[in-house]
């Protein structure tokens, strides 16, 4: 990665206590969803989790990525975040029709995709109207040098570390090098550690 300072993004981040084990110089990925008419944590359906507004108590960091797992929640989310005057962060997976209705009200702080399934042509349709595009690598590291030279020029990149989609963790060492020559704005992580040494 060039000189650029990466943010490095936690994954999964979805109760307090690992909230608070999570360094706040890290920014911090957490799935949100709507539990008996309350905005709470949990990547898995149909159980409880940690109200979001509990969570945003303890919310110190650098980033917050919001992975939303259920359509039409993001409004209430940009409630809560106002109220805390968080700004630095971006919507991951909102449906296509939810990210249409929050650019056309002016809100940016979303992701569109980049993969083997979902190809620039995809991503491109949203440039200068969402901030980020999430770089996954369902097949390896799918980035190459032309679509990276396009992409950074209209969104910060996020970069899916490999042990996101099931690879083991001995494959960042192949990841950082070929994404040596690229500015690489945030990396989704289990283990920034690896990533940071």
């Not at 980033?63 to 989310?77: A, C, H, R, S, Y």
């Not at 106002?82 to 700004?87: A, H, L, M, N």
Request: hydrophobic share 35%.
């Amino acid at each position: 990665m060039k000189d650029k300072k990466t943010l490095f993004i936690q994954h999964r981040v979805n109760s307090i206590d690992e909230l608070k084990k999570t360094p706040q110089d890290y920014g911090i990925e957490t799935d949100i969803r709507i539990y008996k008419d309350k905005i709470i944590l949990n990547h898995e359906p149909f159980e409880n989790g940690v109200s979001f507004d509990s969570f945003l108590e303890h919310y110190h960091h650098k980033f917050l990525i919001i992975n939303t797992k259920g359509d039409g929640v993001e409004k209430q989310i940009l409630e809560k975040l106002e109220e805390k005057s968080i700004k630095d962060f971006f919507f991951l997976d909102s449906s296509i029709p939810t990210t249409i209705n929050l650019v056309e009200s002016g809100i940016s702080n979303i992701a569109t995709r980049y993969s083997k399934y979902e190809p620039i042509e995809l991503a491109m349709k949203f440039k200068n109207n969402v901030d980020w595009v999430w770089v996954d690598c369902f097949d390896g590291f799918e980035l190459n040098q032309e679509d990276y030279s396009i992409l950074k020029k209209h969104f910060q990149i996020c970069l899916v570390s490999p042990e996101l989609q099931g690879y083991p963790k001995e494959k960042i060492e192949e990841f950082k090098v070929l994404s040596n020559d690229m500015e690489i704005d945030a990396i989704c992580t289990k283990f920034p550690g690896l990533w940071n040494k």
